[in-house]
């Protein structure tokens, strides 16, 4: 690179530096921010109806109401009370909370059915805001347009480096991975300021942290779920909030923990996955809300999701997904679907959908990662459109054939009444008659999950004496269906 073109990258990230250098609202820190707070809000806004759209959120007015209150009354106090805020519950029973720039904040009905306490859930909350109020998200992104700049200044004047932008755009979130364990600790440092200063008592915070490493350590000896990625160990975050309560001082014992209320507030919600909502019966698949079933190939990878039901073959080398399109009929949709560039439609097949309109072909598509071929139907049902697609590569197309053929065939109706009205788990809260251990209550009371569950949702250990008066959750409702 010359004098000239070197002189003329520092000039030019010297001025886009200056100019997006601000100071963090919540800490009065200098900080890197080129995105604007009316960017910031109109970037939440757009997530904001991807997230309903794609994750669903839960339909319970009097649980939203709860969160949302306890939500605005914290931000309202913290260092951005202008932000257009709002708080969501999420119908998905992962335990897990996320915030969108600008003030849109989400916490799942999993994460509620684990919290016990009015305290704890404005820690949760407390904590999301925290990322809004320091502008955490607006900071990464800057970060990434830097570093992008950077890669594209380098390859103006180093055409040998082209090659390289793919593998250095995937590369750049691990390379500030580090910034990010660092926005955890700011927003859980934040989150224990904000429920403090909203009277709750800080001791529950810890408590948070301390059921989400049960949750972890349920799912799987040492996995780290995907939403704890980025952030510290719990084990750290439990020593280090814990350290910053002590320095609080004074006496916590008049401060709001609000577990009645909370109780209350969770009384009734769901729990675990929502058969409703599409659920498997080994490896048929039955959605009951809009009639349908099929059956994937036995052994297969199935995976229920918002958007779509998939399946993936034990070797990996084939798959089949079944989703909703937008079109009008069967034979719209199948044109649309042919009229893409690199598909090639191929023999027409006889439809034999449970008797429902469509209609049926092979194919062959090139795509960037190589050759595909398969079937794909088209069926008509309940007023809507169903894509049902099977597919593998060229060369294991003959080990394929049959069995994709069979399985698209078995979408049909559901006419069986145990089948379409299932009903999902529930939380319910009872009121404690007697002291008893979390053991004694299960008998007493049955719940229809197991015991290391209902101590975990509990924050108890089964051995644990619970007190007269206590409430207690335990899930009850739901079919089997294994």
């Known amino acids: 690179m010359n004098r000239s073109a070197r002189l003329f990258i520092l000039l030019g990230l010297s001025s886009f530096l200056g100019a997006g250098c601000s100071t963090n609202p919540a800490t009065g820190r200098p900080q890197l921010a080129l995105v604007g707070q009316d960017r910031e809000i109109q970037m939440g806004r757009e997530a904001d109806q991807q997230v309903a759209g794609q994750l669903g959120l839960y339909d319970d007015p009097r649980v939203e109401a709860y969160v949302e209150r306890i939500g605005r009354k914290i931000a309202a106090d913290s260092e951005r009370p202008e932000l ?106 934040l989150g224990l300021r904000y429920m403090f200063r909203e009277g709750y008592d800080p001791r529950q915070m810890p408590e948070v942290f301390a059921v989400l490493k049960r949750v972890s350590e349920q799912q799987g000896a040492g996995r780290i779920p995907g939403w704890l990625a980025t952030h510290p160990g719990e084990d750290e975050r439990i020593r280090r909030i814990s350290s910053e309560v002590a320095k609080l001082g004074g006496d916590f014992s008049g401060r709001t923990v609000g577990r009645e209320g909370y109780l209350r507030a969770v009384d009734g919600v769901a729990f675990g996955p929502d058969p409703r909502q599409g659920y498997f019966q080994g490896s048929r698949f039955v959605q009951p809300q809009l009639g349908f079933q099929i059956r994937f190939p036995e052994g297969w990878k199935t995976a229920n999701q ?88 060229p060369d294991r197309w003959g080990s394929y054939d049959e069995t994709l053929r069979r399985s698209l065939a078995t979408f049909s109706r559901v006419t069986d009444r145990l089948a379409l009205d299932v009903q999902p788990k529930r939380v319910e809260v009872v009121t404690l008659p007697d002291a008893m251990t979390l053991e004694e209550f299960a008998r007493r009371y049955p719940s229809t999950v197991d015991l290391q569950t209902l101590a975990i949702i509990n924050q108890v250990n089964a051995g644990d004496r619970l007190a007269a008066g206590t409430g207690v959750k335990r899930v009850v409702g739901g079919a089997p269906l294994a």
């Open 306 to 393: 918002r958007q779509s039901v998939t399946a993936v073959s034990p070797g990996e080398d084939a798959a089949m997904a079944l989703s909703r399109t937008g079109q009008g009929s069967a034979r719209a949709a199948a044109e649309q679907f042919f009229g893409q560039q690199g598909i090639q439609q191929g023999q027409s097949l006889e439809q034999n959908s449970g008797g429902l309109p469509g209609v049926s072909n092979t194919f062959q598509a090139a795509t960037d990662q190589g050759s595909l071929q398969g079937i794909v139907s088209f069926v008509e049902h309940g007023g809507k459109v169903y894509q049902l697609l099977g597919y593998t590569t």
């Open 84 to 189: 257009p805020w709002s708080f969501k519950v999420v119908d998905d029973p992962v335990v897990n909370a996320f915030a969108l720039p600008g003030g849109f904040v989400y916490v799942t009905r999993g994460l509620l059915t684990h919290l016990t306490s009015e305290a704890e859930l404005a820690a949760v909350l407390g904590h999301e805001i925290g990322h809004v109020t320091a502008r955490h998200s607006v900071v990464q992104q800057s970060k990434q347009e830097l570093a992008q700049i950077g890669l594209l200044a380098g390859m103006l004047f180093r055409p040998e480096l082209a090659g390289l932008g793919q593998v250095a755009q995937q590369g750049l979130g691990v390379l500030f991975l580090k910034y990010s364990r660092d926005d955890e600790r700011q927003a859980d440092d």
